[in-house]
């Protein structure tokens, strides 16, 4: 099963117990977040710390968030590549005439 995770820039991340962190973000809120939903460091932000954090955990806190930088992680926390594909129809002409005879008075 894959995670969605969003990059969660945080003042500070301190273990309170064996289960859960205090997170708290640069506007001065916290939160108690399980160990479980807190992934990985997310080491491509730098000029403060971030943290890869479940998306469905943090749409649940009162912490500052975006939703901009998002991951998919594994059940070992190995981030994902993940692949768009996009579609493209073909290109049809134009008909000549558009009356629907079935519809005309």
């Not at 108690?32 to 990985?40: F, G, T």
């Amino acid at each position: 099963m894959m995670t969605k995770c969003v990059s969660v820039r945080l003042d500070s991340l301190v273990s309170i117990s064996d289960k859960a962190y205090k997170a708290v973000d640069f506007a001065g809120n916290e939160a108690i977040i399980p160990k479980s939903q807190v992934l990985a460091r997310d080491y491509e932000v730098v000029k403060s710390d971030a943290w890869w954090i479940s998306a469905w955990i943090m749409q649940q806190k009162n912490l500052q968030w975006s939703s901009k930088k998002t991951a998919w992680f594994d059940e070992k926390g190995n981030m994902q590549r993940v692949v768009i594909r996009h579609y493209k129809p073909e290109k049809k002409s134009p008909v000549t005439n558009n009356i629907i005879n079935q519809l005309k008075k």
